[in-house]
Structures are given as structure tokens and as C-alpha cells.
């Protein structure tokens, strides 16, 4: 029934939308980055379920018809009225590169049950994406992991983007043993060039990349922001420059280029094309603001494609 379930965070972004006598007026906007990616995979013409945890709130009923108005099926999201829904508020520089504040006093997508977790999604499901997020909560953890090992039981590729947030973790030295933990179960994984390089300092990506890879893994791309990406595969590594584009928001950029590279690999595209393609849909997603509002279609992005030729 489903491409994709993808699993973890859902919060608000309170994003900077116009000023008003010279100071920022902000819009609230549906975000975080496994919804971000189902709603990416919705557009692009997948089946996306998102599995997650909000407030019986206000910013809950948001995050729930921002995913259902993008096309995504939202019957495993536990609305809760004893949590309430997370909180960022977003700063972009001039550059339209965003930073993250965080108001999370424990909020509902850290408290995800292995409860909410049901078996028979995986009986009919192709690919579980998931982030690292959800594994600093117990509670949550366990919740993932038993995602996990029901994609492992029933033939599932996994998916991950580390998409490290170290004001959300008590120690960094946790974080990165969660982004480790994830990545050794997943056949498909996303890291940036910063987060690669907390996971192995002083080494260069070839080598760092070589000392993450395993058996399981397919496909690791390393995203590199305006300069595009490389993708490594076990046919070898293939580069993409980028695209240039006149950068708004980069907030959903990077889980454009995942929704990109899952719908790639579930339609078996060649991975020089892949990761172009994928290159593509970050920019696309950069040039625009908000998140799940700003990630493109497939048209979109084979309209891009064809004007950059």
C-alpha cells in the first residue's frame, strides 16, 4: 500500500516571513525532517505514511493537514493530549542558510510507543526511512528500533538522514553513537559534510565514508550544500556540482534531495542521474521558503533539469 513509511519528528518552524517597520514578522509552517521527506515522496507521485506523535493542539492539527494537503497518508500519527507538539524558530542569513532554536520541553514526537508501531504496515510497505532524533528519548528509541527490526524482518530497505541537531541531545557524544547506531542498520544514508566529518575528524570523505561502510549499505550521499553532492554507491562514487539558484530558505533542501534520492532508487534510476536529479530538487527547494511547501514535484524538477542542460 505504501512506498515509504517514513518515522520520527514533526514539529512547527516559525519562520521569518516579511517585516513590519523593520522588524520580522514569523509564520508558522509545518516541518521536521521525516515529514519533510514523506511530504517530498508524496509530491513526487509516492505513498508516503508518516508515523509520528503531536499535541491535541493547535500546532498538531497544523502539522496533521500540512501532511494530508501534500498527499500524505497520516493514519499513523497519534494525536496526544498529555504532550504538545514541538517548536523552532527559524533565522536565515543573508545567504538564505537557516539556524534552529529549539523549544522542545520533551514534546510529543519524543514520546513515539513501540505500542504505535504496527506490524502490518511493513507487510505492505517497500522502504522505513528514518532520522536519529527519535533515538534521544527512551521511550522513542524503542519505538524506532522496533520499526527497524519489523523492515529487517519483512525484507524492508532502510533509510536514514543523521540530520544532526546537538542543542536536542544531553551529551554530542550520544548523537554521533546514534548516528553511528542507524547508519550500520541502513542501505541508504544521507549525511552532510559537517556531520561526516564529526563522525570521523581530521579524515577526508573517501576515507570516511569508506570506515561507515558496511555490507547492508547502497547508497551514501554526502551533501555539500551550494556545492551540490557526491553520491557513493558499490559501482563507485558520482558527483553532482550543484545547481546555482537565487537561495531563499535552504530549510527543506536537504530532505528534497532524500524524498529525491528514495523515489530514484525505488525507480532504479542510474545514480549519475540520480544524484543530479537529486542536486536538482534541493535547489529547487532552496530557491523557495517554509519546508514542506517547498519541495518540488517531479515536473518541477524535470523542467529544472531540462533548463539547466
Not at 514542506?292 to 515536473?299: C, I, K, Q, V
Request: negative net charge; charged residues 20%.
Amino acid at each position: 500500500m505504501w512506498d515509504v513509511i517514513c518515522l520520527g519528528d514533526l514539529f512547527v518552524d516559525l519562520i521569518p516571513h516579511s517585516q513590519c517597520n523593520g522588524d520580522w514578522l514569523y509564520m508558522p509552517s509545518a516541518g521536521g525532517a521525516p515529514g519533510n521527506v514523506a511530504a517530498g515522496l508524496a509530491k513526487l507521485g509516492l505513498q508516503a505514511l508518516m508515523v509520528s506523535r503531536v499535541g491535541d493542539d493547535a500546532f498538531g492539527r497544523l502539522l496533521i493537514a500540512a501532511l494530508m494537503g501534500h498527499g500524505v497518508d497520516v493514519s499513523g500519527i497519534v494525536q496526544s493530549r498529555t504532550e504538545q507538539s514541538g517548536l523552532s524558530i527559524v533565522t536565515l542569513d543573508e545567504s538564505g542558510d537557516r539556524s534552529f532554536m529549539f523549544y522542545h520541553d520533551k514534546p510529543a514526537d519524543q514520546h513515539i510507543r513501540a505500542e504505535d508501531i504496527a506490524p502490518e504496515w511493513f507487510r505492505q510497505s517497500k522502504m522505513l526511512h528514518v532520522g536519529i532524533l527519535t533515538l534521544a528519548s527512551p521511550v522513542s528509541a524503542a519505538a524506532q528500533r522496533k520499526a527497524m527490526d519489523l523492515a529487517d524482518a519483512h525484507g524492508l530497505s532502510i533509510s536514514c538522514d543523521v540530520n544532526f541537531r546537538p542543542s536536542m541531545w544531553d551529551s554530542e557524544l550520544r548523537m554521533l553513537e546514534a548516528g553511528r547506531e542507524v547508519i550500520g542498520r541502513s542501505s541508504i544514508v544521507k549525511v552532510s559534510e559537517e556531520e561526516l566529518r564529526s563522525l570521523h575528524p581530521g579524515e577526508d570523505d573517501d576515507f570516511a565514508v569508506a570506515a561507515l561502510w558496511h555490507d547492508r549499505l547502497r547508497y551514501l550521499s554526502v551533501t555539500r550544500g551550494a556545492g551540490g553532492a557526491i553520491l557513493y554507491t558499490r559501482k563507485g562514487k558520482f558527483k553532482c556540482a550543484g545547481f546555482r539558484v537565487n537561495a531563499l530558505d535552504t530549510t527543506g533542501a536537504g530532505d528534497a534531495y532524500t524524498a529525491s534520492v528514495l523515489s530514484g532508487v525505488l525507480h532504479d534510476v542510474d545514480p549519475p542521474q540520480l544524484v543530479r536529479m537529486s542536486c536538482a530538487a534541493g535547489g529547487l527547494a532552496a530557491s523557495r521558503k517554509g519546508a514542506m511547501g517547498s519541495l518540488p514535484t517531479m515536473e518541477e524538477v524535470a523542467a529544472f533539469l531540462a533548463r539547466a542542460v
